[in-house]
């Protein structure tokens, strides 16, 4: 399993491709790195410091001579199973890993594996605050870092945000906690089907890849379906099902393992709003649990902790209005879950970007039953127009900005002004991050 003396070829001069490189080196690989873009100018020092270490690079194609030097390759979540380059691997036999299955293969850290399509960051974020506590666990993939850049440090815990694109790639992996918050549809067009979409984030559920304990969504039709066929002790998150769960009763968490209940915090206690991040406290709870961590020090840690920044991050309160960043949701299902958070309050929500062309049914729905405003912004303006005023809510204005935006909610002097996009960021802005970023800037510059 290990890469001493292996010839390793990693795809990618990304943050995960770097970390592979030089983790792959330092445990006595000879590496290679293929770019498959040109470098610009500015990110020139990165080639500079892998050849430095004896790395052998290449970028603004991926050659012959370097796949076919290679026994092993490391891929980046970028590049899809499909894509031309895997596709030309994969004719000469060559085994394709990812950066996450590379950590696994070389340190004997136990990882707390937390994937689904939404709510992944903040129970990761979470569940490294809780276990932090009393244990030395960090937060990796998805969220933090890569985990190379940590594999090598005396940890209890990885505490790892996985994509579907990193599952699909890590063949052996076999956590110790494996969370799956929910299953909606996206990245279809990257697995090139819902169903092999499911089954990448699936594999870590059951053998070959069964882990120790399976904590599965109770809510979540796909994922009770799933249950039956999910291996290790299992647990359940936001239902009172079987012997060992964690659910919300008259107004408290409730923890149960092996049928014996007990009262974890107050609803009333919780920093974070919404049922959805009532699940993602009961998920961070389970794996605490589980890890030997007791009930003080879990709600002390629950009523300390700060959302992650563009997860329905509260900005600030100003003249009676309430700003709420939620611009990580940047699909349908991931805006209904903010939208669901505001119950009987004057909400304008500021939506739209990128489209991914899922149905919008269930967001029109959530709108119609919380929304008093929307303002739409980006691509997607039209198709969201049609279909709100298909569904019943006309109560919609267009702007082209989102400084225009912002200004519009604030002169309706509403509750709450809330970004939830339903939308990628890509039309506008260089990512997620960078929407987020440009709202909190410019609501603080008003207020």
């Known amino acids: ?113 937390i994937t689904g399509t939404n709510g992944k960051t903040t129970t990761t974020a979470l569940t490294e605050f809780i276990l932090s506590k009393k244990l030395k666990a960090k937060a990796c993939g998805n969220i933090g870092q890569p985990p190379c850049n940590i594999a090598d440090e005396s940890l209890d815990y990885f505490v790892c945000e996985a994509s579907s694109f990193q599952l699909e790639m890590s063949p052996s992996l076999k956590p110790y906690i494996s969370v799956w918050t929910n299953f909606t549809p996206d990245h279809i067009d990257w697995h090139q089907g819902l169903e092999n979409y499911f089954n990448a984030k699936a594999r870590v559920f059951k053998s070959p890849q069964a882990p120790m304990y399976s904590v599965l969504n109770a809510k979540d039709e796909k994922l009770m379906e799933f249950s039956k066929l999910a291996e290790g002790k299992l647990f359940f998150f936001a239902g009172n099902i079987g012997e060992n769960c964690c659910y919300e009763e008259n107004g408290e968490i409730i923890f149960k393992q092996d049928g014996n209940a007990e009262s974890i915090i107050k609803l009333s206690e919780c920093p974070l709003i919404g049922e959805h991040n009532y699940q993602n406290i009961m998920c961070g709870i ?98 969201f127009e049609q279909n709100l005023k298909q569904n019943g809510f006309s109560n919609i204005i267009k702007e082209e900005t989102m400084q225009k935006a912002i200004d519009k909610g604030i002169e309706l002097h509403p509750d709450v002004v809330l970004l939830s996009p339903a939308c990628a960021s890509f039309d506008m802005f260089t990512s997620y991050e960078n929407r987020g970023d440009v709202f909190r800037d410019y609501v603080l510059s008003r207020v």
């Open 1 to 113: 399993m290990g890469v001493r003396g292996k010839k390793v070829l990693v795809l990618g001069l990304s943050k995960s491709g770097i970390a592979a490189a030089k983790f792959a080196h330092k445990h006595g690989a000879i590496v290679y790195l293929s770019e498959g873009k040109y470098v610009e100018e500015e990110n020139m020092y990165k080639v500079g410091e892998l050849k430095s270490l004896g790395i052998q690079v290449e970028y603004g194609s991926h050659s012959e001579e370097f796949i076919l030097n290679a026994e092993l390759v490391v891929t980046s979540p970028g590049i899809p199973p499909h894509s031309e380059i895997i596709q030309r691997i994969k004719k000469h036999n060559i085994p394709v890993i990812s950066e996450l299955e590379l950590a696994y293969r070389e340190c004997d850290i136990p990882f707390i594996i």
């Open 286 to 383: 389970i794996c605490a649990k589980l890890t030997g961590i007791d009930n003080a020090t879990i709600k002390q840690a629950i009523m300390e902790f700060k959302a992650p920044a563009h997860r329905l991050e509260r900005i600030t309160e100003s003249d009676g209005i309430t700003f709420y960043n939620d611009s990580k949701a940047t699909n349908p299902e991931a805006a209904i879950v903010a939208i669901d958070s505001f119950n009987d309050k004057d909400v304008v929500l500021i939506a739209g970007g990128r489209d991914k062309n899922t149905d919008l049914t269930e967001f029109c729905n959530a709108v119609n039953k919380h929304i008093k405003t929307v303002i739409l912004i980006g691509e997607a303006t039209e198709r």
